[in-house]
Structure formats: structure tokens, C-alpha cells
């Protein structure tokens, strides 16, 4: 039998590589896309990997549970990721309640429509290592107690612990993977990542001159997408429901990740960088460093990029995207 697999957030940087994944195991895979969305333009990702052609979308929105029953009931899924969420930290600020509203109470929405309407179905739930915020251990694993630095991150608190008292109350499959930072050629550009890269793309091929950053002096545990949804993936494998920590184990400042993408374009970190205090945020989470080692004993899950190779790969992908948009050869 062909399994069915339903993807809020299919648009996004991880719905569009467990898209590809999914497909490449022989799923049939729906995703949700809100028509606010600009399809086309939204969906570029899925282009960009070559599935949009292979998977079918349908109209909903994460905030609106008559849609997502409607979705659950049509498709019948056999496993559920919900990645959709309001995901940029420093818009959460701007944005409280919006973020509350898609990134906590909708992930109940979504509970819900799979209670009701598939209730045999496996959940997954995006939560995040910005859970753990201020730091209570130097390594975070599934027993280090969380304190949110953001409105995102209370919001994707709410998320996390829905889902296991959804488990606990009602038998549900659902698990939460807590993932720590995992970028790619896909990521969101207003993310510290691809914000670095397309900036030092944009510099090289002459289209900019300065890069305006932040706390640089923050530390993330930086891993590649294509890795991470592997790691959501075999969650749902699992006989039993259970919350994973998915991490390299490595971490390292925006400073120093900002010097593997300079010096592999050839250029100057010093001469381009500007740190511009609009880009500070309200409370920062200063260092994050997953423990991992449940996921990789349980799941048989390790990292295959390392954060050199992905920074290499999101500036070279950077590169050729500018070169095609602007003509420079
Ligand atoms: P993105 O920001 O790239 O994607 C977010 C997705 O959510 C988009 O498809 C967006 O759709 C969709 N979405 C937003 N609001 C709604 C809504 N109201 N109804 C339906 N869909 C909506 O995120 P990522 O792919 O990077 O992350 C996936 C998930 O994992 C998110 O929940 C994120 O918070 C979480 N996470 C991410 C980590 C990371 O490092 N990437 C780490 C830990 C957790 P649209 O295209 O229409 O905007
Ligand atoms: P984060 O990712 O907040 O960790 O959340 P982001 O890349 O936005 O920031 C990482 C760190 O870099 C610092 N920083 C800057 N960040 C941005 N975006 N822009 C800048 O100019 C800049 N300068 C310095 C930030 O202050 C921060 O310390 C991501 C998201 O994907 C969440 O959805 C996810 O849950 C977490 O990762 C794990």
C-alpha cells in the first residue's frame, strides 16, 4: 500500500526537502498552501528541488481548522508533518500574537483535525531548540529544562507541549523533534545563514559592498536541512511516539560562520562587515549546543554535512542564482 504523507508548511525550506525525501521513498505527498500565498513565487522551492510537478497541494491555513479537518478527512494520511509556522524569531516581536496564533494554538488545530479526522495517523510536531533560550546546561538535551527567549520561542513551547499531552491524553502517535538551527541553499534569505551567503554572493559579483549584521558574537548549532527531515522521517518509524533532540553537537558564532562564506568567495570578512544595532534583538539566545545522542542511538541518525560544506554550498548556490538574475558572467 502507498503511504500517504500530509505537510503543513510545504513551502518552506524543510517542507519542500521531506517533500523530496517522501517522494523519493514512494510516498504520495500532500501538502497545505494557503492561498494568501503566492503560488509559483511560494512554491519555488519545490521547483528548485524538481517535485512541484509531484506533489498536490491544497488549500488551507493552519489558523483555520475547518480547512485542516477538510484536508485530513480528503486525504487520509497515514503520517502528518506539521512544519508551518510564523518561524522568523526576530518578526515575533513584531508579530506576537500572529506568532501565538499560527505557531502555538494552531498546532492544536492540527492535533485536532487528526484526532477527528485520522486518528490512527503519526504526528510530527517542528519544535525548536529556541525553546531552550537562556542556557541551563552546556549541552541541551531532552531532559534540559526550557526558558524561551522570544514570543517564538513561548509560542513553539505551547507547540511542544500539545503534542505530548495530545500523546498522553489520547493515545496519540505524535512525536516532536527539537531541532536546532538547519539551513540550506533554501533557506529564508532573512535568515542569519542565507542572509550571510547572498550577501557575500552580492559583494563578489560587485552588486553590494557592505554586509549589515547583528550580534555576530552569537553561537548556533548549524546543520544542513537535507539531514535534519531525514530526522523527522525516522521519528515516524518508530512503534513508539517520542521526543528527539536532532543537533550536530558543534557550535560556532555567526562570526566565524561569516568566515568560512567569506574566504570561500575569496574576500575580506573585515572590509565588508557593518554591525548595525537595527539587527540586535529585544533578548538574545546567546549559544546553542545540541546533545543528540538519543536520536542517534534510538533512530540510528548522524549528520552527513558539516557546517564548512553547507556554507560552501549555500554561497556557491548564491552565486549562480545571482549571476543567472543579473547577467554578471
Ligand atoms: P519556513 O519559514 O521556511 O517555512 C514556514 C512554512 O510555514 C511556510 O511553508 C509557510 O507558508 C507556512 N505557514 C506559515 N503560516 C502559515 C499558515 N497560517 N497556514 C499555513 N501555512 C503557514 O520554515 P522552515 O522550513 O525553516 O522550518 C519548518 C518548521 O520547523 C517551522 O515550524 C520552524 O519554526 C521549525 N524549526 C525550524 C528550524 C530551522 O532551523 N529551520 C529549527 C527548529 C524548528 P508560506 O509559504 O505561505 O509562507
Ligand atoms: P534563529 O535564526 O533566531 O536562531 O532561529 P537566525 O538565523 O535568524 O539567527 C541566528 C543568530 O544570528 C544572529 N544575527 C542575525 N540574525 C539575523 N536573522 N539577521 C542578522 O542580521 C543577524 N545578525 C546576527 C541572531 O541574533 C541570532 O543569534 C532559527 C529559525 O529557523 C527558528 O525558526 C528555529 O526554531 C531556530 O533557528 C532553531
Not at 562587515?273 to 546567546?286: G, L, N, T
Request: net charge neutral.
Amino acid at each position: 500500500m502507498t503511504k500517504r504523507a500530509l505537510l503543513t508548511g510545504i513551502t518552506g525550506q524543510d517542507g519542500a526537502y521531506l517533500a523530496q525525501l517522501l517522494l523519493g521513498k514512494g510516498y504520495e505527498v500532500y501538502g497545505v498552501i494557503r492561498r494568501s500565498s503566492h503560488r509559483g513565487v511560494e512554491d519555488h522551492r519545490l521547483r528548485w528541488l524538481g517535485v512541484a510537478n509531484d506533489v498536490q497541494l491544497l488549500d488551507g491555513d493552519l489558523g483555520d481548522l475547518s480547512s485542516l479537518l477538510r484536508i485530513v478527512q480528503e486525504v487520509k494520511p497515514d503520517e502528518i508533518y506539521n512544519l508551518a509556522a510564523q518561524s522568523f524569531v526576530a518578526s515575533s516581536w513584531r508579530q506576537p500574537i500572529l506568532t501565538a496564533n499560527i505557531t502555538a494554538v494552531a498546532v492544536a488545530n492540527m492535533l485536532e483535525a487528526m484526532r477527528i479526522g485520522a486518528p490512527g495517523a503519526r504526528f510530527y510536531q517542528a519544535s525548536s531548540s529556541e525553546m531552550y533560550g537562556l542556557i541551563q546546561e552546556p549541552m541541551q538535551s531532552e531532559k534540559t529544562p526550557f526558558y524561551p527567549r522570544s514570543p517564538y520561542a513561548v509560542a513553539k513551547l505551547y507547540g511542544h507541549w500539545i503534542t505530548v499531552n495530545y500523546r498522553e491524553s489520547f493515545g496519540l502517535h505524535a512525536s516532536s523533534g527539537i531541532l536546532f538551527n538547519h539551513e540550506s541553499p533554501l533557506r529564508g534569505i532573512e535568515f542569519v545563514t542565507r542572509k550571510v551567503t547572498d550577501g557575500v554572493a552580492r559583494i563578489k559579483l560587485g552588486l553590494a559592498k557592505e554586509l549589515r549584521l547583528g550580534n555576530i558574537d552569537a553561537k548556533r548549532d548549524w546543520g544542513h536541512a537535507r539531514d535534519y527531515v531525514r530526522a523527522m522521517w525516522l521519528m515516524l518509524q518508530q512503534e513508539t511516539p517520542d521526543d528527539y533532540v536532532v543537533a550536530t553537537g558543534v557550535t560556532t558564532t555567526v562570526r566565524d560562520m561569516c568566515r568560512i562564506a567569506f574566504a570561500h568567495a575569496g574576500l575580506d570578512m573585515e572590509a565588508h562587515i557593518v554591525i548595525d544595532p537595527k539587527f540586535y534583538r529585544p533578548a538574545e539566545v546567546d549559544i546553542l549546543l545540541g546533545d543528540s545522542s538519543k536520536a542517534r542511538a534510538a533512530l540510528g541518525w548522524a549528520p552527513e554535512t558539516s557546517l564548512d560544506q553547507l556554507i560552501r554550498e549555500m554561497v556557491d548556490a548564491d552565486l549562480e542564482r545571482l549571476t543567472r538574475e543579473s547577467g554578471t558572467r
